[in-house]
T-cell receptor
Framework: DAKTTQPTSMDCAEGRAANLPCNHS???????VYWYRQIHSQGPQYIIH???NNETNEMASLIITEDRKSSTLILPHATLRDTAVYYC????????????FGDGTTLTVKP | NAGVTQTPKFQVLKTGQSMTLQCAQD?????MSWYRQDPGMGLRLIHY???????DQGEVPNGYNVSRSTTEDFPLRLLSAAPSQTSVYFC?????????????FGPGTRLTVL
């Protein structure tokens, strides 16, 4: 699975959009980009995933660059409850759930 | 559905003791995994299983054993606990389908080895 690079931490004002970047320059053609988050030492929670098209669900949007070497997770209206560690993972999900989680980005949403 | 359940929630061991962390899922998922998370760090894969009777090693398998006798259960055994195994342990499961089948995580077991 490709390696990812994320900033260690970010701040965001409550009600504003939070944009979390992820670099995955070694991604291969059949690898997906997945985002999970972990709130205060709970088990990680799935947010969204994509291959090459932008994706949106009720939680977030995922923007993947045309060359697929980077992506951005967008939380459109961040709330205090979105404070968490966000993990960007790249891989072929058929690989038996053996995702490699890096250290992620700690997002702090401030009032 | 209860999802992924883990027991115990907390455990304190002495060096050299052995124990089993329990993990169960009621979603009929084929794939199950064990991760550990040290303070301030990301998750590291210990062992995983693609179905009953099939297991394989992840990044950090030393000191741990697993078995998968049923689809529902995937216990993790610490053979001889060491302080370096103090961590939070997460179990996860997913179905064996395509890329849309994401992982579901349990609430974790917080283990301290003295």
């Amino acid at each position: 699975d490709a390696k990812t690079t994320q900033p260690t931490s970010m701040d965001c004002a409550e009600g504003r959009a939070a944009n979390l970047p992820c670099n995955h320059s070694t991604i291969s053609g059949n690898e997906y980009v997945y985002w999970y988050r972990q709130i205060h030492s709970q088990g990680p929670q799935y947010i969204i995933h994509g291959l090459k098209n932008n994706e949106t669900n009720e939680m977030a949007s995922l923007i993947i660059t045309e060359d697929r070497k980077s992506s951005t997770l967008i939380l459109p209206h961040a709330t205090l409850r979105d404070t968490a560690v966000y993990y960007c993972i790249v891989g072929i999900n058929t690989n038996a759930g053996k995702s490699t989680f890096g250290d992620g980005t700690t997002l702090t949403v401030k009032p | 559905n209860a999802g992924v359940t883990q027991t115990p929630k907390f455990q304190v061991l002495k060096t050299g003791q052995s124990m089993t962390l329990q993990c169960a899922q009621d979603m009929n998922h084929e794939y199950m995994s064990w991760y550990r998370q040290d303070p301030g760090m990301g998750l590291r894969l210990i062992h995983y299983s693609v179905g009953a009777g099939i297991t394989d090693q992840g990044e950090v398998p030393n000191g741990y054993n697993v078995s998968r006798s049923t689809t529902e259960d995937f216990p993790l055994r610490l053979l001889s606990a060491a302080p370096s195994q103090t961590s939070v342990y997460f179990c996860a499961s997913r179905s064996s389908g395509g890329p849309s089948d994401t992982q579901y995580f349990g609430p974790g077991t917080r283990l301290t080895v003295l």
